[in-house]
């Protein structure tokens, strides 16, 4: 999740994705329903976010982590977005798995 910090503060939506599981069952809930898919993820956010002065500085404040399973742990926390355009805040639940040795995001509702 540092990693992911910098790559959006860097305006790295790109390099941001890479903690999330890239394949077309990766799931994110948020204000706009439910979005399947890392390809059609990665859209959202550049669309939301298309300049720095939209993605801001991301700070991420972890509340819960939670095991699911041996392969498995959900994370509730918060994030907060420094931005020229006005601040955004919210919560999030994530849900990480093991795949091929790394820890990726296969779930997110964010709001």
Do not use: C
């Amino acid at each position: 999740m540092k990693a992911q910090e910098i790559a959006w503060s860097n305006h790295d939506i790109e390099g941001y994705m890479q903690g999330y599981w890239k394949n077309d069952s990766l799931k994110f809930y948020g204000s706009s329903g439910l979005t399947y898919g890392w390809n059609k993820t990665l859209s959202n956010y550049k669309r939301g976010y298309p300049t720095k002065d939209y993605s801001g500085t991301l700070k991420f404040k972890v509340n819960d982590i939670s095991k699911i399973n041996s392969g498995s742990y959900f994370v509730m926390g918060e994030y907060h977005l420094t931005r020229k355009v006005g601040d955004a805040n919210g919560i999030f639940m994530i849900i990480f798995r093991k795949i091929k040795g790394s820890w990726k995001i296969i779930a997110d509702t964010s709001a």
